[in-house]
């Protein structure tokens, strides 16, 4: 469990995925990716794979991520194999209208 | 978060992909990231507080951009073309500092201490000369990112703060991430020391879109780039639209641009004819008006493509009017019309533009947070919002003439005037006044062999505004004072009528 805070980023302990967080909630939360706790970009790699069931589709670069509440918010800035997650509950990607190109 | 997760992301993903074009050398996302972390090699030996750029659009500029933001100091573009004595000024407000110019810009000067000089293409040269080791940003969103000194029509140029969280939140909000398509190509025109400039680079960049850079814009050679590039993006001020418009209406031809699908326009005020007439000459582009300031990290409001077409082609005089607004905000900031006391202004209520959202930075150096506590930003803009969210500018609240308690938008009195035929073009400024403190006065540039007398100009105004609108002072020029972004002086304007009051 950590308190995550808007801008900071985090890696998955087993595969490429990054993250940065967009949005958050002020309590403490356990991220995971592939159902492994993710850790900070200057955390060591952990040897291992993803808890079978957490494993699904992975993270795809770009895509936003939130939770069904959409309190929590996360930016995919490395695609990775592991499937992102907050408190167990899976995240979904945020369907965005694009906008037309203005600069 | 930093500005440069916008190029590392890039670059993982499509690395061979061209980032820059320039003259004739081609820099992929790779190379740029490369240089970019090159580049903050050369800062960080440089020991020095902020990165100042003195020049033209060129690789250097988003090389210099990026490098900043690794080395985790403010990256500082400056107008090349103010004077001598300002550029020291500015020069020596950002000492201790790595200025990265060129010859014929800094022959003038005498540059200040605590300013190490490298040329631009000595500093290109050094950041894509080697491949430096991996290395991360500081990752503080709270740092500036960007210092940007304002134009300064009505006095010292303020130092607005631009902090990496600000910058970010303006493009993940706006841009999803790598939906430019591989033949892709924006064809940056205005100077890197604008705040388009700087969205141009940063938006491209996290869109993965191809950015040609013209250094000094023509008409004839913006609409050659076009064609030889094969732009399908663009961005322009009103200025540069509208002599592309009339170097095409000279031309007689089309503009045979097939490969341009995309035309943003801002920085000022859009004449209503220059704009229809751009739509005619280039059926193929979609259009859309940003409006933007440089303390909101560039734009906050979008007219788009489907609002032009409507408006272009409606004969509803409400659907019509539309073409004269700056659209609906953008999804991640709220906009709020505020009256004379603070209150919240209604639908078709005039007052001055407050805007709220991450990218609101609102921040200058020396003022510190222009924010009201609930993290409101007043712009100094006027201007109203309809019934249905689009949102109408009326000038600078600075500019506004207060006659006798009353405030007058020039904006309104300019486009009666300009629809005179014979008037070109128009500016309206507050004049002294012994009854009314001040009054209405307008500086007008006739047509070729076109003539208006002051009564008659009067009249014209007096038909179609309340008395008070019509100008009490009218002068003629030749031709009206702009700066070179297309904004007029106003401040010298206003100078050429002072002898009003003896």
């Known amino acids: 469990m950590k308190l995550l805070k808007a801008g900071t980023r985090a890696k998955c302990a087993v595969c490429d995925t990054e993250v940065m967080v967009v949005r958050t909630v002020p309590t403490e939360v356990l991220l995971t990716c592939g159902g492994v706790e993710m850790i900070g970009m200057d955390g060591a790699k952990a040897p291992g794979s993803h808890a079978a069931a957490g494993a699904g589709q992975g993270a795809l670069v770009g895509k936003r991520y939130m939770n069904a509440a959409d309190a929590v918010e996360l930016l995919c800035t490395k695609g990775g194999k592991g499937e992102l997650a907050i408190n167990g509950e899976s995240l979904s990607v945020k369907q965005t209208k694009p906008l037309p190109s203005s600069d | ?502």
């Open chain 2, 1 to 502: 978060m930093n500005l440069v997760m916008a190029l590392e992301m890039a670059a993982e993903c499509h690395p061979q992909r061209i980032a820059v074009s320039s003259g004739g050398l081609h820099l992929s996302y790779g190379n740029l990231l490369n240089a970019a972390r090159a580049g903050a090699e050369i800062i960080r030996d440089a020991n020095v507080k902020y990165v100042g750029v003195l020049d033209v659009n060129s690789p250097a500029v988003p090389i210099a951009l990026f490098a900043a933001a690794y080395a985790g100091v403010p990256y500082v573009p400056m107008n090349y073309r103010l004077t001598k004595v300002e550029l020291e000024a500015l020069l020596g407000r950002i000492a201790r500092a790595l200025l990265i110019t060129d010859a014929p810009v800094l022959a003038p000067l005498d540059v200040p201490a605590g300013i190490k000089v490298m040329m631009r293409d000595e500093f290109q040269r050094v950041a894509l000369s080697f491949t430096p080791e991996a290395m991360s940003a500081p990752a503080a969103p709270h740092d500036t990112a960007i210092q940007l000194f304002t134009s300064g029509t009505t006095g010292k140029p303020k130092a607005a703060v631009l902090r990496h969280q600000n910058l970010m939140s303006y493009v993940l909000g706006t841009v999803e991430f790598g939906s430019a398509a591989e033949e892709d190509a924006i064809l940056i025109s205005v100077p890197p020391y604008h705040i388009a400039g700087i969205s141009a680079v940063l938006s491209s960049t996290y869109a993965g879109r191809r950015m040609v850079q013209l250094p000094n814009f023509d008409a004839a050679t913006w609409l050659q780039l076009c064609r030889v590039e094969k732009i399908t993006n663009a961005f322009v001020v009103p200025t540069m639209l509208s002599r592309i418009v009339d170097h095409l209406e000279q031309e007689g031809g089309s503009a045979r641009v097939p490969a341009l699908r995309a035309i943003a326009y801002g920085g000022g005020k859009m004449p209503l004819p220059v704009i229809e007439q751009a739509m005619r000459l280039f059926p193929g582009a979609d259009f859309t008006n940003a409006y933007g300031l440089t303390e909101t990290s560039s734009t906050i409001c979008l007219l788009g493509p489907d609002d032009h077409r409507s408006g272009f082609e409606s004969k509803d005089p409400l659907v019509r009017r539309r073409l004269a607004s700056v659209g609906k905000p953008v999804p991640t900031v709220e906009i709020q019309i505020r009256g004379e006391g603070g209150e919240v202004l209604g639908p078709g209520q005039s007052g001055e533009i407050f805007v709220r959202g991450e990218q609101v930075a609102g921040e200058y150096l020396e003022q510190g947070s222009l924010l009201d506590s609930g993290g409101w930003f007043p712009t100094r803009d006027r201007g109203q919002v309809d019934e249905v969210g689009y949102v109408y500018l009326e000038g600078r609240a600075d500019d506004v003439i207060v006659r006798g308690g009353e405030n007058i938008s020039p904006g309104e009195i300019e486009d009666v005037l300009l629809d005179h035929p014979a008037v070109s073009d128009v500016a309206v400024v507050a004049v002294p006044d012994r009854q009314w403190g001040e009054a209405v006065g307008a500086m007008i540039v006739l047509r070729e062999n076109a003539e208006a007398t002051e009564a008659e100009l009067q009249e014209w105004v007096k038909q179609r505004l309340r008395s008070s609108r019509v100008p009490t002072a009218i002068r003629y020029a030749d031709q009206l004072p702009y700066n070179e972004m297309g904004k007029v002086l106003r401040r010298v304007l206003k100078q050429q009528f002072v002898d009003l009051v003896s």
